[in-house]
């Protein structure tokens, strides 16, 4: 009889409960489960077909950095969606394009790049891009570069050999990394407009090449190249590789030795071979370090161990010797 009326007791509880429907509580006990449990519901997981267009649209910059620094999640320490596209200023007033300064007005806080879809171009945006600095390119094909590069960088179409095209990409240039052909007018121009430092990356004598997504190294090789910069009359410094190999740097110590020629001095490694990210490393440690006049050296493995730190440190004995 106890029996019977406590079940006739619960029965008229769940009654009441159903009537009223499930209590707040039950009713979502996670409003985020919920909300993807209807999207996985109403969408689905991504297909494997999906996923692979995904991947396949990021670009060549997005992918290398995920390599070099360990993947997606660290990117946004190194700046990504700091960069303000649509000018900055007044929220609200980013569609109000701001006048274009003359060249003259234009402040020279940038680094240009020259023949920047190479494979060594490549690798220097990308140091440089690491390093926070603020970039232009010069490159044939500016849609090809925003795809790569993304917002990192600001490219600029043209090529060394036109004037124009040369003006143009010097405009807020302080620092300039000649990484292909010389030309006929890109130094005369740059020391015109008063950049203070050219970089020179060179496999003169040595070895080493590859492919970019749109261009080669073999201009590296031309030994013309040194020549030019050092008639040019700016501070210039010449990073001599005696061989050049694809593969990931940063894993071994880096020996320099003034004014060496390139291929002929030893190291850690086959001829002291370095990878062409640890190449890219030290031309972007040199740029704060511009020499009085100009200064040339080779850059070889040394054995096990890491690239220089403090490169202002590791590169004092050459600027005290230039």
């Not at 090529?159 to 130094?187: C, F």
Request: aromatic share 4%.
């Amino acid at each position: 009889m106890v029996t019977a009326a406590r079940s006739t007791a619960a029965g008229a509880a769940l009654t009441g409960r159903q009537a009223r429907g499930p209590s707040p509580l039950h009713r979502h006990p996670c409003p985020h489960h919920s909300r993807r449990t209807v999207f996985s519901r109403s969408f689905g997981a991504p297909s494997p077909n999906r996923r692979a267009a995904e991947v396949s649209v990021r670009g060549l910059g997005d992918r290398m950095l995920d390599f070099i620094e360990g993947g997606p999640k660290l990117r946004k320490w190194y700046g990504q969606g700091e960069r303000p596209t649509d000018g900055g200023g007044v929220p609200g007033q980013g569609s109000q394009p701001e006048p274009v300064p003359e060249p003259s007005d234009v402040p020279r806080d940038s680094v240009l790049v020259t023949d920047a879809e190479s494979p060594t171009g490549q690798a220097i945006v990308l140091q440089l891009i690491l390093g926070r600095q603020k970039v232009r390119v010069l490159v044939k094909n500016t849609q090809a570069a925003a795809k790569e590069y993304g917002p990192y960088v600001t490219p600029v179409s043209g090529d060394v050999s036109s004037i124009p095209d040369v003006k143009r990409a010097l405009e807020g240039a302080r620092v300039v990394v000649v990484a292909g052909k010389v030309g006929p007018h890109l130094l005369a121009t740059a020391k015109a407009v008063g950049v203070e430092h050219v970089l020179l990356p060179s496999l003169a004598g040595g070895q080493g090449g590859g492919f970019g997504f749109f261009g080669s190294d073999s201009a590296l090789r031309d030994a013309s190249r040194e020549a030019a910069a050092a008639a040019a009359g700016i501070p210039h410094t010449i990073v001599r590789a005696a061989a050049v190999v694809d593969r990931p740097g940063g894993d071994c110590q880096l020996s320099f030795s003034a004014g060496s020629p390139a291929g002929k001095s030893g190291g850690g490694g086959k001829s002291g071979e370095i990878s062409r990210e640890d190449l890219a490393r030290v031309v972007v440690g040199a740029l704060e370090c511009p020499p009085a006049d100009g200064l040339t050296f080779t850059v070889t493995a040394a054995g096990p161990g890491g690239p220089p730190e403090d490169w202002e440190e590791a590169l004092r004995p050459l600027l005290s010797a230039s």
